[in-house]
């Protein structure tokens, strides 16, 4: 049940590359203790800081709408994906802003992203368009001065998931992974993503 009162919007983004269990842990997580009703689910298209997705967007947005279908609240928004380029969340937060005028944002990233964050595009802008929810990573480094401290930190039980392993399993023939739902893991196989 999300907080009373709740009108506001929370943007989950990520490479999602495969989303996995921790993934829908967090937007549960998100939409229970953040005052929001809804909350976005946004791949990401390009991402400026790494070599690039593994799986094309096309294939990304529909796992995610695999994995998060029993997720209420929760809608996968494609248009980092459709914008093609690089992706950055300011401009996806600006035009939830124009979308949503007068709904708050909740904007949703890691504890290892706060150490880089003012390396974001127009972070200062991010922060004047969302409120900060952290959730917690296993072997993060602590905050160093200055960063950014988030409004919110999310009660989620930190875990070493990652969608990097993940795929390196896929690729040596891993079947069956705890991380993985059924229904995702059966479409990475039957379009032979990550190397499946």
């Known amino acids: 049940m999300s907080v009373r009162g709740a009108s506001g919007i929370a943007v989950f983004g990520g ?14 997580a998100a ?3 953040l005052p929001v009703d809804e909350l976005h689910v946004v791949p990401a298209g390009d991402h400026p800081w790494k070599t690039g997705a593994t799986a094309p967007g096309p294939e ?6 695999i994995a998060f279908r029993d997720v209420h609240g929760a809608r996968v928004d494609d248009r980092e994906v459709a914008r093609g380029g690089a ?7 600006e035009q939830l802003a124009v979308e949503h005028p ?11 992203n706060l150490p880089t ?4 595009r127009r972070a200062d802008r991010i922060l004047q368009l969302a409120h900060l929810a952290v959730f917690p990573r296993a072997g993060a480094a602590a905050p160093a001065a200055g960063t950014p401290q988030p409004e919110r930190v999310l009660a989620v039980q ?13 690729a040596q023939g891993g079947r069956g992974l705890a991380e993985l739902d059924p229904l ?3 479409r990475v196989v039957a379009r032979r993503l990550y190397g499946t």
Not at 15 to 28: C, G, L, Q, S, Y
Not at 102 to 112: C, F, M, Q, T
Not at 117 to 120: D, E, K
Not at 158 to 170: F, G, H, K, S, W
């Open 117 to 120: 964050f003012h390396l974001w």
């Open 158 to 170: 930190p875990d070493a998931v990652n969608a990097t392993a993940i795929r390196m399993q896929l």
């Open 15 to 28: 490479a999602f590359d495969p989303p996995h269990r921790t993934h829908v842990r967090i937007a549960r």
């Open 184 to 186: 995702v893991e059966q």
């Open 87 to 93: 992706s950055y969340t300011v401009e996806t937060l």
């Open 60 to 65: 990304r947005l529909e796992l995610c709408r």
């Open 31 to 33: 939409l229970e203790q």
């Open 102 to 112: 007068g709904r708050p944002l909740w904007l949703v990233i890691g504890s290892d």
